[in-house]
């Protein structure tokens, strides 16, 4: 898999586009951006407790991250939207994965992963939820920041 690769590609193209003011995320951007962060953070925890998890939980899990990023993608348009398009393009061989045997009979395409490949897809979330934190923070324009002396009349 390239999860991690893929985001990581992603999460660094977004840097450049802020760093070189091509977006500028608005306000709603990073409300958005926030919310869809701490609903990622809500689903996806830290590795010792993923790890630690049973595969159908995990998996169930990053089934939700899935959810919460098609829920953003839905309220957003521009940058941002292209932003989480590409988040769930990333994460898209999650679609194709299942946590059961399949017994007898057929598995509608779908393939057991390995825990390496569900390692590499709660790695990708944790990417996406910095790089969605750090969407959501408001710059600040040190042209506009007066010093203590100006403030006070100096």
Known sequence: MDMRRIVA???????????????????????????????????????DIQGALPQIKRLEHLRETLAVLAISLARTHGRLAWFISGALHALEPVLRWRALPADHGGTFGTVLPSPEDYTEAEEAVRQLQDALAHIAVEPVDLGTVRSDQEGFGA
Do not use: F, I, M, Y
């Open 9 to 47: 590609e992603l999460v660094g193209e977004a840097q450049q586009q802020t760093r070189d003011h091509v977006w500028k995320p608005t306000s709603s951007d990073r409300a958005l951006a926030l919310e869809t962060e701490t609903g990622l953070r809500n689903v996806v925890g830290p590795p």
